[in-house]
Every structure is written in structure tokens, then in C-alpha cells.
């Protein structure tokens, strides 16, 4: 977010989870998205992080709630079931809106 401090974080070069580090050693670039999925018998289950959060709208609340987890690299899990989505869902957004 504009105005908030680095944030402290690993990897380097050349390795899954990328840090190209400056001349100031300020990582300025890393995994836009880390997705995951696993096919098994009883399904498919996948996670996922993102830099960032569930909104574009700099002013929203969601705007950056998912770059905690993205730091310290703990997954999302990827809802796949609508309806398990609807009954845990926080608020619904239409199209449009």
C-alpha cells in the first residue's frame, strides 16, 4: 500500500520464490501468484497466495488482507465448491456494483 514501510521478506535469485534484490538489497519484485493443486481420489484441493487481496479498490479493507499469509508463505485454500463459498462468504458483491 502507498506509504507503508518494506516488508521483510526471503528467497532469492533464481529459486521458486524469487527475490531480485537491488543495490540496496530492496526486494522491488517477487511471485505474482503461488497456486497449487492436487489430485486425489476423493477430489481436487487446491490453495493459493497472492501479494496482495481480494480487491483492487486501494480504499477497500480486502485491499492487501492476503499479504500476511503471502509473506510468510502459508496457502489459501481454493474454495471449488459453490456452495460451500456461499455459506462462508462474508458479503457478495453483484456485477456492476
Same mark, same amino acid.
Given at each position: 500500500?502507498? +506509504?507503508?514501510? !518494506?516488508?521483510? *521478506?526471503?528467497?532469492? @535469485?533464481?529459486?521458486?520464490?524469487? =527475490? *531480485?534484490?537491488?543495490?540496496?538489497y530492496? %526486494?522491488? =519484485?517477487? !511471485?505474482?501468484?503461488?497456486?497449487?493443486? &492436487?489430485?486425489?481420489?476423493?477430489?481436487?484441493?487446491?490453495?493459493?497466495?497472492?501479494?496482495? +487481496?481480494?480487491?483492487?479498490?486501494i480504499?477497500? !479493507?480486502?485491499?492487501?488482507?492476503l #499479504?500476511?499469509?503471502? #509473506?510468510? *508463505?502459508? !496457502?489459501?485454500? @481454493?474454495? #471449488?465448491?459453490?456452495?460451500? =463459498? &456461499?455459506? *462462508?462468504? &462474508?458479503?457478495?458483491?453483484e @456485477?456492476g %456494483?
Amino acid at each position: 500500500m502507498p +506509504g507503508q514501510s !518494506p516488508f521483510a *521478506n526471503d528467497g532469492g @535469485l533464481f529459486t521458486v520464490d524469487v =527475490a *531480485n534484490p537491488n543495490s540496496n538489497y530492496e %526486494q522491488t =519484485a517477487g !511471485p505474482s501468484t503461488r497456486f497449487i493443486c &492436487e489430485a486425489r481420489p476423493e477430489g481436487v484441493t487446491c490453495s493459493f497466495q497472492v501479494p496482495g +487481496g481480494q480487491s483492487g479498490d486501494i480504499d477497500s !479493507p480486502n485491499y492487501d488482507d492476503l #499479504l500476511p499469509k503471502w #509473506l510468510a *508463505n502459508e !496457502p489459501m485454500p @481454493l474454495v #471449488l465448491d459453490i456452495a460451500e =463459498a &456461499e455459506a *462462508n462468504a &462474508e458479503r457478495t458483491v453483484e @456485477l456492476g %456494483q
